[in-house]
């Protein structure tokens, strides 16, 4: 590995005189990859920051940097270098020793763009806005446009909002997430998103919602005092029916015999001041 080293090194001072072609810029992202376009056929060396992290000498690759183990390949047929699974450090100037040119690169791994997502904030009559968002924006841009014109722009906010007036309702708006490696729009149609009508519609449906949350349990109540009225009336007609019954059947059950007495009974109880005054009876 040290006369590897040393010859890497006599190979980089005597290159260092070469042609240098202009530096071209290279973009991806966390976790995705790049292939650098110069191809190295036979023998070639690929740096980063001046350091030899791979090499092809006679048709043969080998990494010489840990730091990209299993994340660096040679294309054997095309003669590139491809660059795995990068991350935010990978980022900075790269180069490619070929004989005697060395071409030179700067790569920028950016994050993922996320897709931005747009809320109603607040409408009256005269205006509506708008409130675009991401949970996440670094190095990029999150802009709105109304149709294909630029309306407002922020590198350094994640939310971005828009006040639209009661003209601009019927133009169609978007809502732009961006970073030097992609974009991701949300179109918003303002005109059935964000009209006073449809926000009046639900406010109109909140108050019959809170009117049915009021009325019901009112209507139910009256309900089932009604029942419980009803129930309590027949249950005492349903009394009074079988005590005045059981006065029948008592009337209907007498026998002769006791009618009888029952008679006598009656007849000695209305008989019974002309016995105790005879002195009266015997004057009559």
Known sequence: MEMISGGLLLILVMTSSADQEVKQNLISTVGGEVTIPVPVKSRGFLLKKGRVIATVIGSVFEIEKDDFLNRTSWDRATGLFTLRRLQSNDSGDYAVNVIVTLVSFNLSVYDAVLEPGVTVVSVSSERCTLLCAV??????????????????????????????????????????????????????????????????????????????????????????????????????????????????????????????????????????????????????
């Open 135 to 284: 949970d996440q924006l670094s190095g990029g841009t999150l802009s709105w446009y109304q149709g294909e014109v630029l309306v407002d722009q922020s590198s350094t906010q994640r939310s971005l909002p828009l006040t639209v007036d009661r003209l601009g309702l019927r133009s169609s708006y978007r809502c732009v997430s961006a970073n030097p490696a992609g974009n991701l729009t949300r179109s918003v149609d303002a005109n059935t998103s964000c009209t006073v009508q449809q926000r009046t519609g639900d406010e109109d449906e909140g108050k019959h919602i809170r009117l049915n949350q009021i009325v019901i349990p009112i209507v139910s109540v009256m309900v089932l005092l009604s029942i419980c009225a009803i129930v309590i009336f027949f249950v005492k007609r349903r009394k009074k029916g079988t005590h005045l019954q059981a006065s029948i059947l008592s009337v209907q059950d007498v026998t002769p015999k006791e009618e009888a007495v029952r008679d006598n009974t009656l007849y000695d109880l209305l008989q019974a001041p002309r016995i105790v005054n005879p002195t009266a009876a015997a004057r009559t």
